[in-house]
């Protein structure tokens, strides 16, 4: 059995580790400093302080005002309220167009809808994971309130061409939400030069706590709160600010925009000796999606005659955290939505596995899993061939 010591963590698109420096700057506003930013006090204003600047940290990070920047509970949250908020704009725009590969945030949320009446369409993807933009165009009429797409795939790390279909949705007249949760800190951009009316974000992914995000709502555009009650978050989010994640997820930002050059060189490096080290060591490994327009730091590898969760459970007790792509509900292996949307047939999908790397893996992380998964691979090979 492996030890914390020993762990070889693979999985940094589930969660990642907090950094040490975000530990640091939250632990003061978990104990002596506990006030109620809304408090008229100083006491309390001085949280509220600390609020504005990890406002202003996040602003920086995304490149937007940081009036822009909406704190909420995760980025499921930040989904949810930019889809209702689209939705409560125009009576008459009830549509909403979007993919079959999205996070189950989005794409949960858009099937309720669809039950209670209003009208989705569901855009396919082709076997890379990429959208034609032609059928985005087309999907688009004057009945559509919002169009989300998300920028980075979860389980491939396929990136969509997210500032022409912006270009697009804001050519057509509708609103466009993103849902950046795995891009934010991994590739550079600025939402003051994009035509993104909404984005969604989650601290837990960029070495932050969990509980805690950001939607970005671009100051043009007319929003109604998700949640109501009191007159926090300027009257755009009721409750009271879970100020020490907060103040958390300012640092996590500050620190990401530092290290983000870092993720295009350090962390993409050890991404592509693993994959080409895997590619080179087990016959019969394919990447799933687009090997060029991913995120620096993922990779979806199809095991040719394994089942994943065979593969889960001894890489696990061997110490090595990845994912499976494909989920497990109520005791059935169910292949990936994703990998299914990209024509995949259910074998590739089941023997998926994605492996996304962070800035606190290291070389010898890497050297340490090709070791150990060729090994498992063949293995569970063998045990498929003699049952």
Known sequence: MSTASDLIYLDNNATTRVDPAVVEEMLPWLSENYGNPSSGYRFGQKVNAALETARERVAALIGSEPGEVLFTSCGTESTNAAIHSALAMDR????????????SATLKTCELLAKRGHPVTWLGVNSDGQIDLGELERAIT???ALVSIMWANNETGVTFPIEKIADIVREKGAVFHTDAVQTVGKIPFALRDMKVNFLSLSGHKLHAPKGVGVLYVNRRLKFTPFLTGGGQEGGRRAGTENTASIIALGKACEIAAQQIAHEATHVKKLRGDFENGILARVEGVRINGDPVNRLPNTTSLAFGGVESEAMLMLLDQRGI???AGSACTTGQHEPSHVLRAM????????GSLRFSFGRFNTPADVARALEIIPEIAEKVRRVAAAA
């Open 321 to 323: 955290c990845c994912s």
């Open 142 to 144: 004057d009945e559509t």
């Open 343 to 350: 024509g995949y047939d259910d074998t590739r999908a089941r």
């Open 92 to 103: 008459d725009r009830q549509h909403i167009v979007t993919t079959r590969v999205e996070h």
